[in-house]
């Protein structure tokens, strides 16, 4: 296949970019879109011009250090697929394809295609966590979970933190991510004793970062793990409830 | 029972520290003997982890709540992002919830038997007994591992194990456990004890008077160059397996810090012990950049087969039954599809190697569902294996649930690693290294979900009780600072490394270098290894290494992220480690798990083992680039689980 590559250029985060375009000749349709960039990337070397700097990582979907905007998509055309396990014969011989980086004010651009993410672990750090210390667990079957809520939290735990959610929304939000992260734990009995507390510091820790959902949905049309937006739902459900709490007397009770 | 030879006294190099008495009562009585540091001083240390994998993360959390300042490392934008991530199939545990006849010794037992006697077995036993605290801890933690309907965790067998042991989240328990690090870890980030330095790699390790006082490390964003000292540094590094080029790993896993550390005095253990896993996708062309694993567990329901006609060209499904060769529940009737990682590998590429490959380079073998999906329906193996299925179908464009699958061995893991006591500490005193980083409790073979299990063991319950033995003795002192020379010279020494990588100027990139290097790993250091290859590759390496050095082409600066800069220094040192991994190979004049010599097996083609000579482990010690590294040998003696012939026939 014969391509052509519209790709954004930019040397540092406060450095100008521009698109830049390139030919990528010959390129096999078993090839990944990350193949195909590595081989556009060894021509570039020989050629004198550096290589397009992009995240990536295991190659396999899981790890979400991957993901660029193609043609306006991010991860590009197929549904539930990341970048690494798009390959080429999604694509037609002579296409032109846009590459870019996500766009989020909250992520500025590292280098090229590279954004920083690192919002995502400030939300994380504010309470995506259940409070145990190494050691102090009790046996694994003393509490039994339903194999619904456990089946939900595990799809809720899919993500990946790619960030495709933020790229998608017209508003730069970051609540798909947030309520994934959340609701994993806020399902389960574990995280019962912190679920109205984790609310809300979770999502007002997002909100310092991220612009505001308005329900456009996206998100989950982008994300690369199918994750739902009921997730969004539970969560706002969870920060209303929160401001009702007297956690001082009652707990999360 | 007889025991095998020592074949040699241990080097004085390698004291093991394993403590005396009864199997069983070892560890804790370990723990007892070890000095502990008290709460209260524990604030006063600081420990450096580098690498937020299972094995990194584990322990920088924990270290983090124990009340030890830490500083953690990682090369990622994240610490949620290690390959461990990627870890399909599951953890085992001596649980024995399934009431199947499992137990603290028959895990240790399955383990030293399926390491082909070559891990210690104190090391294997702590391995089995701390299992069941990481099912529970990282239940508590919130993974969200399988469960049956009335609400208890589900067990599934795994590669070969004749008990079900393995606990399972979906195919993604590694990114689950991980995700169960990450955020014991992000609550200690938040609470001020660790503190995460992400996009930083670690290019060297500092010593002092034989000690490590800590490390050197290069901001990938920024390029600077800066040191960081501690009492103690901990490498959580993982595997070597892309010094194959084409592995299962992710593209940046690579062994610089532990090569680093190799090269400032911590010993290499048996660099020859590589996994190569057997169910991976088949490359498709030369561009190809990494392999793709399908989770073992796939064969507990998959059959493996090709056809009995090397020639027949017919579509998988057009061939009838009869004319189908199931060579493994052929060859090996008691175990079948089942038999371990390197038995099944071995068996396809004889395959292979023979013409009898599948797919259009016909470089595979069949794994069929047709028979599991008649017998359990199709939505019990989506069920099951449903997010492997789409990721082979977006793979290759085949639809597993119509065609059987087609499968290749790829290299995987890597059992050898430094060399490490029982405390996890290296020979270089201060300096330690856990999960894959090390070498100590898979022997010559890992068994299917154990890697898991160990990087959280050492994570998580070993490393926080030993540490304190060493820490101890350096109360009340500050670390090294970084005012010192040691470090001063160590920042030199890197920038000048660096340097010299952008001031070669010749033609080719780093990634030609690197699969230069894969290809002849592959084929004379992978699945079977002979003298006559393993001499040629040495020569290759070292030809190829000086052509790098003379013809590589690195643009850019040092001063901003330079991601072909970042390659240039990891394939550097595979150029080091590869030529260790031959050597090695060609000093263990025996077969034993993943190192099969062809020159020493039985006449059906097994692994013939020579305990006489080679019960020990093998820890080389780094000399300089051009003179060959020293042996050093610690005997392995097995009082519980006496060496027998594997067999699954």
Known sequence: ?253 | MEEAAVTDTASPKLDARIPDGPIQDRWDNHKFDVNLVNPANKRKYEIIVVGTGLAGASAAATFGELGYNVKAFTYHDSARRAHSIAAQGGINAAKNYPNDGDSIYRLFYDTVKGGDFRARESNVYRLAQVSNAIIDQTTAQGVPFAREYGGLLDNRSFGGAQVSRTFYARGQTGQQLLLGAYHALSRQVAAGTVELHTRSEMLDVVVKDGRAVGIVVRDLVTGEVASHSAHAVVLATGGYSNVFFLSTNAMACNATAVWRAHRKGALFANPCFTQIHPTCIPASDEFQSKLTLMSESLRNDGRIWVPLDPDDRRPANDIPEDERDYYLERQYPAFGNLVPRDVASRAAMRIIDQGGGVGPLRNGVYLDFASAIERLGKNTIEERYGNLFEMYERITDEDPYEVPMRIYPAPHYTMGGLWVDYNLMTTVPGLYAVGEANFSDHGANRLGASALMQGLADGYFVLPATIGDYLSDWLNTEPVSTEDDVFVDAVAAVNERTEQFLAIGGTRSVDHFHRELGKIMIENCGLARSREGLEKAISEIKALRAEFWSDLRVLGTAENLNQSLERAGRVADFLELAELMCLDALDREESCGGHFRVEHQTEDGEARRDDENFSHVSAWEWIDVDTPQELHREPLTFEYVPPSQRSYK
Not at chain 1, 1 to 14: E, I, S
Not at chain 1, 159 to 169: E, F, L, T
Not at chain 1, 216 to 238: L, T
């Open chain 1, 1 to 253: 296949m014969d391509l052509t590559l519209k790709v954004w250029r930019q040397a540092g985060p406060d450095a100008e970019g521009g698109f830049k375009t390139y030919e990528a000749n010959g390129v096999s349709p078993e090839a990944s879109f990350l193949e195909m960039l590595d081989q556009v990337n060894e021509k570039l070397n020989e050629a004198g011009e550096e290589p397009i700097a992009f995240d990536h990582d295991c190659r396999e979907g899981i790890c979400g250090m991957c993901g660029v905007m193609i043609n306006g998509h991010p991860h590009g055309p197929q549904d539930g697929t990341a970048t690494c396990q798009l390959h080429m014969r999604k694509f037609s011989d002579g296409d032109s394809i846009v590459i870019e980086p996500w766009r989020s004010t909250a992520m500025p651009v590292v280098r090229d295609l590279i954004v920083d993410r690192s919002p995502f672990d400030r939300i994380v750090e504010a309470g995506g966590f259940i409070t145990i210390n190494t050691g102090a667990a009790p046996d694994a079957n003393m509490t039994r979970i339903p194999k619904e809520a456990a089946d939900s939290a595990m799809d809720a735990a899919s993500c990946i933190g790619c960030a495709a959610c933020v790229a998608a929304c017209p508003n730069s939000a970051a609540n798909l991510f947030t309520a994934a992260k959340m609701q994993h734990l806020n399902l389960l009995p574990q995280g019962q004793p912190e679920r109205y507390t984790r609310a809300v510091a979770m999502v007002e820790t997002m909100e310092a970062y991220f612009g505001s959902c308005t329900n456009h949905g996206e998100c989950e049309a982008a994300c690369p793990k199918n994750i739902s937006i009921d997730f969004i739902a539970m969560m706002n459900r969870d920060y209303v409830k929160a401001q009702f709490k007297n956690f001082a007397r009652a707990g999360q009770a």
